[in-house]
């Protein structure tokens, strides 16, 4: 793809001039933005996205074996952050919050498995403490040296801090300490102030979540970024979003993925305003979400289709749209299937390679720090004897030994399925 692209072809005479800069590799601005987002040459936009990613990435396509562990959904903001399906009020039906013991119990599921990455976000309790955290990630790492850790977003690191009274840097440097290996890009939204009045408007402001990642990033501590959309957000709001994306990369280089989220309007406060129950986005607007980041954002090295909120089918297309990254296996998604997402919770590791294979691409499966662990997938049975690792570059080890934590005797209740600021 990547060796043949005639912008003069393009039916929307808006995306020439535009695939014209795409050609020369010039950076595109916010008027070129809105017309991509503008336009109805859906083929069109991703004919030029595709020759961008094509161009950066070939014909490879990440992927990593991960789980996902939500250890409370119990959430300050439960009341105001009207788009979330997950959080609860601490004594409202369906509250849950782990104890360290009942982390470890689930966390067990990857021995024996080629999970190399823990991905960790949950609510914003008001009396879980950052010791809480940084014991269970040195205790996770105890466990299992080699698998990464990605956890807990902007918006629970600021929240950490002001509980704590300490700064966000600080609280990054424990957590960093204690064997955290980056964070994930959940909690952005959609960075205008107007948006975030409407949908959250006690969440931290977008300049806010800002700082936290430029604060990460300083510390090396590497991150993702998201932007949540098909909500009350117009297209300038999308692209200044992006915008600032942009900017802080510019800046520090940091983040090394972006993934966009669909709103589900299932199960919370803003679909029931806005007459959205039972819809999500469309697979139009989620192409086209995923086409617009690969062209806007020329500084981020992937762009990831998160195959839970859009459909393992919808982001096997997006692998010709731009992207080349997909979400892995999960095991446990909570967040968007209490929001009403009807996929799978869990992505059996043979089913991700040929759901890549599929596309006509190449399945590398990756660490959290996107080192390639695999790229050889003479057998895609999901079971662990299957696969050949090379072994998983070194990673920090905890600070301090965490005390050792039996495994309960009984297994750990099963949490109901609730558990939105992920990614
Ligand atoms: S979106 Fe995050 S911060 Fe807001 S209520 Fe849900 S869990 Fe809490």
């Known amino acids: 793809m990547s060796g043949a692209l005639d912008p003069g072809r393009l039916g929307d005479l808006r995306l020439r001039p535009i695939g014209d800069k795409v050609l020369r590799g010039e950076r595109l601005d916010p008027d ?13 936009l991703g004919l030029l996205a595709g020759w961008v990613n094509a161009r950066r990435n070939g014909d490879r396509v990440f992927f990593s074996a ?23 009020m601490p004594k409202e039906e369906g509250a849950y919050t782990r104890s360290l013991d009942e982390v470890y119990h689930e966390a067990a599921q990857a021995e024996g498995q080629p999970t190399s990455e823990f991905h960790i976000v949950g609510g914003l309790h008001p009396k879980l403490r950052l010791q809480y955290y940084t014991d269970m990630i040195a205790g996770l790492k105890q466990r299992h040296p080699s698998v990464h850790i990605k956890a807990l977003t902007a918006v629970e690191i600021a929240h950490l801090a002001r509980i704590e009274r300490i700064s966000e840097r ?22 205008s102030t107007a948006v975030r009045a409407t949908i959250a408007e006690r969440k931290l402001t977008g300049e806010e979540w800002i700082r936290v990642h430029r604060t990460a990033h300083e510390l090396r501590i590497p991150t993702n970024c998201t932007m949540l959309y098909g909500h009350v957000e117009t297209a300038a709001d999308r692209i200044g979003h992006l915008t600032m994306l942009r900017a802080l990369q510019d800046e520090t280089g940091g983040f090394l993925t972006y993934i966009p989220l669909a709103y589900h309007p299932d199960h919370n406060q803003l679909g029931e305003e806005m007459g959205r129950v039972g819809t999500a986005t469309t697979g139009y607007e989620d192409l086209k979400n ?29 692998l010709a749209f731009g992207c080349d990254d997909v979400e892995g296996t999960v095991v446990y998604e909570r967040v968007y299937h209490e929001a009403g997402a009807q ?29 390639p662990v695999r790229e050889r997938f003479d057998d895609t049975s999901s079971g662990p004897d299957a696969r050949t ?23 750990a209740p099963v949490v109901s399925a609730r558990a939105v600021h992920a990614a």
């Open 32 to 44: 070129d933005g809105l017309a991509l987002y503008g336009t109805s040459d859906l083929l069109g």
């Open 66 to 88: 991960n789980q996902h562990i939500n250890p409370t959904n119990v959430c300050v903001l439960r009341n105001t952050c009207v788009f979330c399906s997950f959080a609860r």
């Open 170 to 191: 600080d609280v990054l440097q424990a957590l960093k300490d204690a064997g955290l290996t980056s964070l994930p890009g959940g909690g952005a939204e959609v960075f």
């Open 290 to 318: 995923i086409a617009v980041a690969r062209l806007y954002l020329d500084n981020v090295a992937h762009i990831k289709t998160h195959w839970p909120m859009v459909t393992p089918f919808l982001s096997q297309i997006a």
């Open 343 to 371: 996929t799978q919770m869990h992505m059996p590791y043979g089913e991700l390679v040929r759901l890549i294979r599929g596309a006509g691409k190449r399945p590398v499966e990756r660490n959290s720090l996107y080192q």
């Open 389 to 411: 690792r090379v072994p998983a570059p070194a990673t920090t080890a905890p600070a301090t030994p965490a005390p050792a934590t039996p495994a309960p005797a009984t297994p």
